[in-house]
């Protein structure tokens, strides 16, 4: 089955940096369009970054030019490297794997940005 398993998340004073894995197993990586989300207390969960099977990227306007996502298709990894982080940026982050009409979601990983 598919698994999809993050980490990297963690506790980091603002202006800070921390980076994001995600290791997935259980399909053909190299296929699958990739993506991750986030979700803050009492918000919808929103998309913060995606990297397709062809290597174009995506972003949220409000983490352009702090955060960069990234894929490995020979590791089956995708990264997340998120620079200069602000308080608002504290959420749950979570690995998604999409492919058609088919989605497929990491247990999540915590990071909190606070002084």
């Known amino acids: 089955q598919v698994q999809l398993v993050e980490s990297g998340g963690g506790l980091v004073q603002p202006g800070g940096s921390l980076r994001l894995s995600c290791a997935a197993s259980?399909?053909?990586?190299?296929?699958?369009?990739m993506g991750w989300y986030r979700q803050a207390p009492g918000k919808q969960r929103e998309l913060v970054a995606t990297?397709?099977?062809?290597?174009?990227?995506n972003y949220l306007d409000s983490v352009k030019g702090r955060f960069t996502v990234s894929r490995d298709n020979a590791k089956d990894t995708v990264a997340l490297q998120m620079n200069s982080l602000k308080p608002e940026d504290t959420a749950v982050y979570y690995c998604?794997?999409?492919?058609?009409?088919?989605?497929?979601w990491g247990q999540g990983t915590q990071v909190t940005v606070s002084s």
């Open positions: 259980g399909l053909v990586f190299s296929l699958y369009n």
């Open positions: 998604n794997a999409n492919i058609v009409t088919w989605d497929h």
């Open positions: 990297v397709t099977r062809d290597g174009n990227t």
